[in-house]
């Protein structure tokens, strides 16, 4: 019962108000009488859908929802039993780490702070501005606990973020009571679990966090302060404003990377001679395997053509067995989805955790791949039964009994990924979700079911004393390849004849010859397993790594998907091997995570393990800045001493003559440029409707194409013989087209330059005025007054409308104050993202220049090839080609247009 006291006047500034949540509240005495006031606990998720689904469950479904501060993170109250008393349950969340480690302003200055002071400066943790809201949410919910339960992942991560909530909750009301729910699956019964057993935060996992933040912090400060003002100056040109960081991860990821591809070119293919027996249908593989020696086979092949006569001297039958796949961990989900699936591993890894979040599956990171006994593998299996997919096979384990295959790896906290509830594939909405899905359903039922069984035969013959053998295989029980066949088969190959020992048959013996290959460019499972090799990284950040390498255009993705580094990232990896560091090598970073799974487990301190490797990477950086100028040699291999990438020097003829010119362009016969697919020529074609677009001359087995902008203006285009000055690489010779409206206006462009740089000139009539100011990019920024359009000598640039660009300023405080840059001088939707700085002139390196068009731009900061075989080798192989493009046309799987333009339609 709730008493109040009577104000004494009627005046609402006599009467006590208090502040809470943003809202003010009446005071009032409050006497509690024969009841007690409800226990409140706050309980924090590190996500809003895990925070959503664990309320869900413990409310069953009876749960109020009310804003917080953050618009992301959703507040649920309900009433629950906790320590066997009835509380009052409010859930909210963060959305990831909730501070972030960051120097004290005064050494954020990259010029003014001498680098090396990085490796002592102190660092704090600080809360970024747009994740002050979840931060006003904790202080103003906390004031009104006395509980507080951590309900972030399980994991090192998960840790670090729950003691980051507990840090902020504790300076708000110190005498808090903190616990911490431990659970590896969102379903009812491991939460139900997890809140009666709560346990103790674990600040060992969290210190491990802390010693990698703060290393990584200032090791990636430091290197990439150093690298990018030394080279920035070095290589204007190449690199413009580029941001050339570094990352303690990344750049042993990278090295693996470049060590593949210098495999691939330094391998020096050799020619080898076999011997093959022929008998019917049957091919019998000669015992010696190959020779080197020409004359030796030949001599050998003579022997046996002499005496053709084979004798059976064995025929052999043994049982095969083909192993099922073990328990699965992250690492094994991240190489299957980018083998089978055709995903990358931060999207696999980004649509487990939608996956987990929503309780379809456990949790995806883990380093577990054997099933605990305390997991009821029965009635996961039951579940699927009834499934129009797989269901057949589910009840046939039941039938057989549960075999897990077992594997010899744990984490001592997660289990493998395994499905925990079934859902039929037609309800999901996203085709990543349904295929990943069915696949993490596919491996358990497989690994937990039985080994496949075949039965091989071996015959092995004689020819002039010669042996030979061949061999046949019938599966005879396919256990769980019926449920695992879409990711892995087994192939049968039958014996058409019938042999017995003693046989005598005549056979047709023939020399083959053959090329060793070089090894193949890196796929990303390929890499992954590398990195978990060396021990480079965690199965939680391999994928982050990876994407990141990318993202700074150290490393790009070719066609066939395999990773080809480029010349930045060459020459990067060149320097520091010069130099003699290990930056660009696994082990520093290999054994700093070794001392990382020690401070977890309470061998070490963080203090000191961040002591040794504060001053090992000091020593490595001050190594760096005395032999920099390494670093610029290596650079300059690839970039040609500031003035572009290492080529050949090819200047097309400059004659002002235009017979003269048009006589030389039709010998060239319409050659553009080169194809960086098959390495072939590339001709300006048109389609029957007119349309002009480069195409490769060997179509149709290369579908590479290139469709010129604005391409319903062309009246006329034809190549001429002046070369591009910047895509010297493909060699590519400008076009010259003429555009309608009449009076007919006259553009010279190159297809394969980024499109900011593109139209090199253009007469259009002017646009209208634009108005004085425009908000673009968040900063407001000034238009140059109404006047005469410049004249075409001034040069322009022009934006992706095939417009003249205008010229703008920056107004916003920061470090591009005051700067001068040209963007579209569209208003409006209309406007295109056309940005370049006055200042810098020629295009940076920049990821949005890699996205804009496969053709266009991957030449130009990434090798032209890669060596497959040796013949290939001299022209080129279709594995160095292109980079992976957002949208490919439906028809011929290409990108750069669409099916309505396909050239495989009009050709």
């Not at 902020?168 to 729910?181: D, F, G, M, T, Y």
């Not at 075949?454 to 042996?467: F, P, R, S």
């Not at 003249?804 to 916003?812: A, E, G, I, M, Q």
Request: net charge positive; charged share 25%; proline share 5%.
């Amino acid at each position: 019962l709730l008493f109040s006291k009577a104000a004494k006047n009627n005046s609402r500034n006599s009467l006590p108000f208090f502040k809470c949540s943003g809202k003010y509240f009446l005071q009032f005495d409050v006497v509690c009488v024969g009841l007690a006031i409800m226990r409140r606990v706050l309980n924090v998720a590190e996500k809003n859908d895990a925070s959503r689904t664990i309320a869900q469950i413990l409310s069953r479904g009876q749960m109020n929802r009310r804003e917080g501060f953050s618009k992301y993170n959703k507040i649920y109250e309900f009433n629950c039993t906790v320590f066997g008393e009835l509380c009052r349950m409010v859930f909210t969340s963060v959305s990831g780490h909730l501070l972030n480690l960051d120097f004290d302003s005064i050494y954020r200055n990259w010029q003014s702070v001498p680098v090396e002071e990085l490796f002592t400066a102190p660092v704090r943790k600080r809360c970024s501005p747009d994740m002050q809201p979840v931060l006003r949410t904790l202080q103003a919910e906390v004031r009104m606990v006395d509980l507080l339960v951590i309900w972030t992942d399980c994991d090192r991560e998960g840790e670090n973020i729950g003691f980051e909530v507990i840090g902020v909750c504790l300076e708000v009301k110190p005498s808090l009571v903190v616990k911490r729910a431990v659970f590896s699956e969102l379903t009812s019964q491991a939460i139900t679990r997890a809140l009666a057993s709560l346990t103790e935060p674990n600040a060992l996992l969290s210190d491990a966090v802390d010693c990698r933040q703060e290393m990584d912090l200032r090791t990636g400060a430091a290197f990439t302060r150093f690298q990018t003002l030394r080279l920035r100056d070095t290589f204007k040109r190449q690199l413009g404003d580029k941001l050339i960081s570094y990352g303690s991860c990344q750049f042993p990821t990278l090295g693996l990377v470049v060590d593949r591809y210098k495999q691939n070119q330094a391998f020096i293919c050799e020619t080898f001679w076999k011997l093959v027996a022929k008998h019917e249908t049957v091919e019998f593989h000669w015992r010696r395997g190959r020779l080197f020696d020409r004359h030796a086979c030949a001599t050998l092949l003579q022997l046996c053509l002499e005496s053709p006569v084979a004798v059976v001297r064995a025929v052999r039958s043994r049982k095969r067995t083909r192993k099922r796949p073990v328990a699965l961990d992250t690492v094994g989900l991240e190489k299957m989805a980018c083998k089978r699936l055709g995903m990358t591993a931060k999207e696999a890894m980004a649509v487990a955790e939608k996956l987990y979040t929503q309780g379809y599956i456990s949790y995806p990171r883990t380093e577990t791949n054997f099933f605990p006994k305390e997991i009821d593998l029965v009635s996961l299996v039951k579940q699927h039964v009834n499934d129009s997919q797989w269901g057949t096979f589910a009840n046939r384990v039941l039938s057989q009994g549960v075999q897990p295959r077992q594997g010899n790896k744990t984490d001592n906290a997660h289990p493998p990924i395994h499905p925990i509830r079934h859902v039929d594939l037609e309800q999901f909405q996203h085709q990543q979700h349904r295929r990943l899905y069915e696949f993490v359903v596919r491996h358990f039922l497989a690994c937990i079911s039985a080994d496949a069984q075949g039965l091989q035969t071996t015959v092995e013959i004689e020819v002039a004393d010669e042996q030979f053998s061949a061999s046949g295989l019938i599966v005879t029980e396919r256990n769980y390849l019926e449920v695992y066949h879409p990711y892995e088969n087994w192939s049968e190959k039958q014996l058409d004849v019938a042999y017995a020992v003693g046989d005598r048959f005549d056979v047709q013996v023939e020399m083959v010859t053959g090329e060793t290959k070089p090894p193949n460019l890196l796929t990303e499972a390929d890499l992954i397993s590398l990195m978990e090799k060396f021990g480079i990284g965690t199965d939680a950040t391999h994928a982050e790594h990876i994407e990141t390498i990318q993202k700074r255009l150290y490393v790009g993705l070719t066609a066939d998907k395999r990773l080809l580094p480029g010349f930045l990232g060459l020459g990067l990896v060149d320097g520091y091997d010069a130099i003699g560091c290990q930056l660009a090598k696994p082990d520093l970073r290999a054994d700093f995570e070794t001392e990382l799974r020690r401070i977890a487990d309470g061998s070490r301190s963080k203090q000191d393990v961040l002591g040794e490797y504060k001053t090992k990477y000091w020593h490595v950086f001050m190594q760096v800045t005395a032999m920099a100028e390494r670093l610029d040699q290596a650079l300059s291999a690839y970039f040609d001493s500031g003035t572009g990438p290492s080529t050949v020097a090819v200047s097309g003829p400059s004659d002002n003559n235009y017979s003269a010119r048009r006589q030389e362009q039709q010998q060239l016969d319409n050659v553009c440029t080169r194809c960086l697919s098959c390495g072939n020529s590339m001709r300006l074609k048109q389609t029957r409707n007119g349309i002009y677009f480069v195409g490769c001359e060997n179509y149709p087995s290369c579908k590479e194409a290139i469709w010129l902008d604005q391409r319903e203006r062309i009246q006329f285009a034809s190549v001429l013989a002046d070369r591009c000055d910047w895509c010297t690489l493909r060699q590519t010779r400008l076009i010259e087209l003429k555009l309608a409206p009449n009076p007919l206006t006259t553009s010279r462009i190159c297809v394969t330059c980024p499109a900011s740089n593109k139209l090199q000139t253009r007469q259009l009539p002017p646009n209208p005025p634009p108005p004085a100011f425009v908000q673009l990019d968040g900063a407001r920024v000034s238009l140059p007054a109404p006047g005469p359009e410049p004249s075409a000598q001034e040069n322009q640039p022009i934006c992706q409308c095939g417009l003249p660009s205008k010229l703008f300023t920056v107004r916003k405080e920061g470090p591009n104050k005051g700067r001068t840059f040209y963007s579209c001088s569209k208003i409006g939707h209309g406007k295109c993202n056309f940005f370049v700085w006055a200042d810098v002139g020629p295009l940076p390196l920049s990821r949005s220049t890699m996205v804009q068009s496969q053709s266009n731009t991957f030449g130009q900061y990434f090798p032209q090839s890669t060596r497959q075989t040796c013949h290939n080798a001299s022209r080129g192989s279709q594995a160095g080609s292109g980079i992976k493009a957002v949208r490919k046309c439906g028809l011929c799987r290409q990108p750069g247009h669409n099916v309505k333009n396909c050239p495989e339609k009009f050709t």
